[in-house]
């Protein structure tokens, strides 16, 4: 499980490392352009079945730590899905149990993905 730093709060967002991967290079690439969004999750058991909703721009500070040392592989169709959510008036939603099918690692190599300051 990874974690997501946002804003100057101390206690962090934790998800599943994929998950985490494929936010951080949706919100570096939107960010870089300049392009605020909303994520919005529901919560768990352990943290209240309400709902969260974040408001990136650029002047938020984000920083995504991973639990694994090694690049994730980035899933090309599922970047895509979740950029047109992010770009949509109901803005991006993880869910829980979102399924992001990896991706072989033949066909491409692993990207990084950029943090964003």
Not at 20 to 46: D, N, P, Q, Y
Not at 55 to 82: D, G, K, S
């Amino acid at each position: 499980m990874g974690n997501l730093y946002y804003g100057n709060v101390d206690a962090p967002i934790t998800m599943p490392d994929r998950v985490l991967a494929h936010l951080a290079a949706i919100a570096t690439t939107k960010l870089r352009r300049s392009e605020s969004f909303v994520v919005s999750w529901k919560g768990t058991e352990a943290d209240g079945q309400g709902r969260t909703t974040l408001w990136f721009q650029p002047a938020i500070p984000l920083r995504f730590v991973y639990e694994q040392a090694e690049a994730i592989a980035l899933n090309p169709a599922t970047l895509r899905e979740m950029a047109d959510q992010a770009t949509s008036n109901g803005g991006l939603v993880l869910d829980a149990d979102l399924d992001i099918p990896e991706i072989s690692q033949n066909r491409a190599e692993p990207r990084r993905a950029v943090v964003a300051a």
